[in-house]
């Protein structure tokens, strides 16, 4: 019945109003095949009061939108010789230039003096104010200047297909003005109704028609929220679905207490933050309740998360099960081990490490004691994963650094033992609205404060030319029995290339710069055992200098190494940088993180800026956020959730908050939409989430 609503709106595209075949060919292959299709084609950007400003007001190196008219144009020679094509646009407060330098031979035909024009890009001043490589878009004679008259006029995103079939933003705007006659009657909504009065959201079919025919702002905005509240809503339905799905799993009560937690505890030589209590209280709670335990741990590098994790790992020991901790690198996993091991010794629990890289003889008892239980805690790499590893009773898994593992590699861990309880550890702490929208399907826990005994390190952005400067304070460091890590970067594309510029930065610091010193190489390609030799002489201080690629990035605790220099620092990311520089000043002694700049661009001189000013990891993963968009953040393009339309994740946090509020309550009143059947949120669901559906339990 509610279909037929639809039904209408599953027209196919080519018998919209001046589509027609060819059109709807090149349409097809942009993934609009029906006339809803089209509908959710959505305007890139708006052009109204808003966001058009006067020549006059504008500023430089803003990015800003103007529209005007075509005053005068053509070929124009710079002094130094080379061409570039200019166009004047005017509105009635000032002039503007345009420039090319490339594409001159086609930007000279699409423009005609007196064309109305929306021009977007960076405004500069030079002889006035001008926007090179403008992104431009020709409005018609039926488009009102913005400015004047309040209108709102939509942007299309084009692609060059199709604008060879004419259907730039003034193509798109005809053709969608058709397409909209559709939705006259349109009664059709993906929402209940109480979800709609209750999030003060417009119908579907008003949204669909205020986001591309507005008379004013307000109608263009309650639309937005309504389709980007949508979007959200089905994701958190989404999540909403696997956390019931996982926590309603049949889990156990580990609330069984003994003498090991105390042992340990009593055995640290420092006190635990109060972020550190409060975590461990709500990863207690969840182990003692007999629902299976899902969470995820923030924190920055160097906020304690491994006490923590050793703590709640002797709670479950303490219960009877086993621990599994899986890191992402060998490296790491041998820290971890060290650490627990420690800590564990004294209260008498069995913990061993699991790599690829074992003698068959040592594997082989490590895999006798992981099947029989002897071994009650086991630290490892991937190599937990593998078929040959089987528990006796795996109660508890904890997984470092998770944004390494995919979502699968974690799943086949969990399964090696009977629905056991699982921490999550991440040094990337992202925006709550965020880690709701990524990780929605697991409660979230937040160590927010830093242990009380650190010094902020100090970080300082330098050219080549202050190089002797900087050797001459590492000296002094060195000879006040510091240490210190040189970083050479990892370019992804070539692993021989960064060794050569490690190899090389090696020979010099050796030869020329610290001859009378130890300095060491270490770097990815080594086999273990020369990895661990080199970080057991650093350890003690064998070592003095530590020449490195990135491998340094998750895994060196030495607290007595006070001084980083991170080489060609403008090559890495700002969360890489953050991660860097939190191998230092983990100890008393305050420490040091220069930034030797070599290649200076605007985004790598904005990367460096943020990371001097600030030591907090949730404001450099904020801001790294901005930069980079959410895709490249999480290292997750592929990753087939987000192929979204208008949601905007870094903007978007209190319609998040609301769609999420709304599909949890659909969810705990109804876990596996039974009640939903027939209805649209259902159908709707399950179009948009059809590829992930193996991960949830759906009546
Ligand atoms: P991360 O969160 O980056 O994994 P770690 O767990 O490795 O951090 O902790 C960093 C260092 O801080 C370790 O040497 C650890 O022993 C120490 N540490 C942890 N908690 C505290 C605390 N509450 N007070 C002082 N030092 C602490
Ligand atoms: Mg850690």
């Not at 060819?22 to 808003?50: C, I, M, Q």
């Not at 889990?251 to 009593?266: A, E, F, H, Q, W």
């Not at 510091?482 to 050569?500: F, N």
């Not at 001097?612 to 450099?620: K, L, M």
Request: aromatic share 8%.
């Amino acid at each position: 019945m509610e279909y037929s609503r639809r039904n209408k709106l599953d027209t196919p595209v080519q018998y919209v109003k001046g589509v027609g075949p060819k059109r709807s060919e090149v349409l097809e292959n942009e993934g609009a095949k029906s006339v809803l299709d089209l509908l959710y084609y959505f305007p890139r950007r708006h052009l109204d009061r808003t966001t058009v400003t006067p020549i006059r007001n504008l500023q430089k190196d803003a990015v800003a939108t103007v529209v005007g008219k075509i005053e005068a144009k053509g070929l124009r020679t710079t002094r130094r010789k080379s061409k570039y094509y200019q166009v004047i646009v005017t509105d009635d407060t000032g002039f503007l230039n345009c420039i090319w330098f490339n594409g001159i031979k086609y930007v000279e035909k699409v423009f005609c003096v007196g064309d109305l024009v929306a021009f977007h890009g960076k405004v500069d001043f030079y002889n006035g104010y001008q926007i090179v490589h403008p992104e431009y878009d020709k409005l018609g004679d039926e488009e009102k200047d913005p400015l004047h008259t309040g209108a709102v006029i939509p942007l299309y995103p084009s692609t060059s297909e199709l604008k060879s079939v004419g259907l730039d933003s003034r193509g798109f705007r005809k053709i969608i003005k058709n397409a909209l006659t559709f939705l006259d009657q349109m009664e059709y909504d993906c929402l209940p109704k109480t979800i709609l009065d209750e999030n003060k959201l417009i119908s579907l079919g008003d949204a669909l028609r205020y986001i591309h025919y507005s008379q004013d702002i307000e109608s263009l905005s309650s639309a937005t929220k309504r389709l980007k509240f949508d979007e959200h809503f089905f994701l958190q339905l989404l999540m909403a679905l696997r956390k019931v799905g996982i926590t309603e799993a049949q889990g156990r009560s580990l609330n069984k207490t003994g003498p090991y937690v105390k042992l340990i505890y009593d055995s640290l030589d420092f006190e635990l933050t109060d972020a550190q209590k409060r975590v461990l209280r709500e990863i207690r709670n969840d182990l003692a309740a007999p629902r299976v335990m899902n969470r995820l741990l923030q924190g920055d590098v160097g906020s304690g998360k491994t006490v923590v994790a050793i703590l709640s790992a002797a709670i479950t020991v303490e219960n009877g099960v086993q621990v599994a901790v899986m890191a992402p690198t060998e490296i790491l996993a041998r820290q971890h081990y060290q650490v627990f091991k420690q800590y564990c010794d004294k209260a008498q629990i069995t913990t061993a490490i699991l790599v690829g890289k074992q003698r068959s003889n040592e594997r082989k008892n490590i895999l006798e004691g992981i099947a029989n239980s002897k071994i009650q805690i086991v630290i490892g790499t991937h190599a937990l994963i593998q078929e040959n590893v089987k528990f006796k009773d795996l109660g508890f898994v904890v997984i470092d650094e998770q944004q390494r593992f995919g979502v699968m590699q974690r799943g086949m861990l969990v399964e090696k033992g009977y629905n056991p309880d699982v921490l999550i550890m991440t040094a990337t702490p992202i925006p709550r609205s965020l880690a709701i929208t990524y990780h929605g399907d697991m409660d979230l826990s937040i160590i927010d404060e830093m242990p009380k005994n650190r010094q902020p390190v100090v970080t300082r952005v330098i050219i080549e030319e202050t190089l002797p400067k900087v050797y001459a304070f590492i000296k002094d460091q060195l000879n006040k029995g510091r240490q210190c890590i040189v970083v050479y970067p990892l370019i992804e594309e070539s692993e021989k290339i960064d060794l050569k510029a490690a190899v090389e930065g090696y020979k010099t610091l050796t030869n020329e710069v610290f001859p009378s010193y130890s300095v060491e190489l270490i770097h990815g390609r080594m086999n273990m055992e020369e990895k661990d030799s080199i970080m057991d002489r650093f350890n003690r201080n064998d070592i003095q200098v530590l020449v490195s690629t990135t491998v340094v990035e998750v895994g060196i605790d030495v607290p007595n190494a006070t001084v980083m220099v991170v080489e060609n620092a403008d090559r890495f990311g700002l969360t890489q940088l953050h991660q860097l520089r939190g191998r230092i000043g983990r100890g008393t002694e305050k420490g040091y993180c220069i930034l030797v700049q070599r290649k200076i661009t605007s985004t790598s001189k904005r990367r460096l800026e943020i990371i001097s000013r600030t030591n907090n990891g949730f404001e450099i993963s904020d801001e790294d956020l901005k930069l980079r968009g959410p895709g490249e953040f999480f290292g997750i393009k592929q990753h087939g959730y987000f192929k979204w339309k208008i949601a905007d994740l870094v903007k978007d946090g209190p319609i998040i908050r609301q769609a999420r509020k709304s599909a949890f309550a659909l969810v705990e009143n109804d876990p596996q939409l039974r009640k939903q059947e027939n209805t649209e949120v259902r159908k709707r669901f399950l179009e948009e989430y059809q590829h992930l559906l193996e991960f949830v339990n759906i009546g």
